[in-house]
């Protein structure tokens, strides 16, 4: 996977809120990938997708 389906995959399933946090994540994520010299692109994947599961109601059997 990568950015793009991901961003893809993220705005379909998040709350406007939840989506708002993500990126921010995603910014913090690539500023210390850049600190400590890792893949920036892999660390905003990972941040991109880190708010994917909590979005997931099962109980509503539905993403809010």
């Known amino acids: ?7 893809e995959l993220v705005r379909g399933r998040l709350s406007d809120k939840r ?11 690539v500023k210390l990938a850049k600190r400590y010299g890792v ?7 990972c941040a991109r997708l880190s708010a994917v599961g909590y979005a997931y109601d099962p109980q509503r059997n539905q993403f809010v």
Do not use: F, I, S
């Open 1 to 7: 996977m990568n950015l793009k389906q991901a961003k």
């Open 19 to 29: 989506y708002e946090h993500t990126l921010n994540v995603r910014k913090m994520a």
């Open 39 to 45: 893949d920036e692109d892999k660390a905003a994947l």
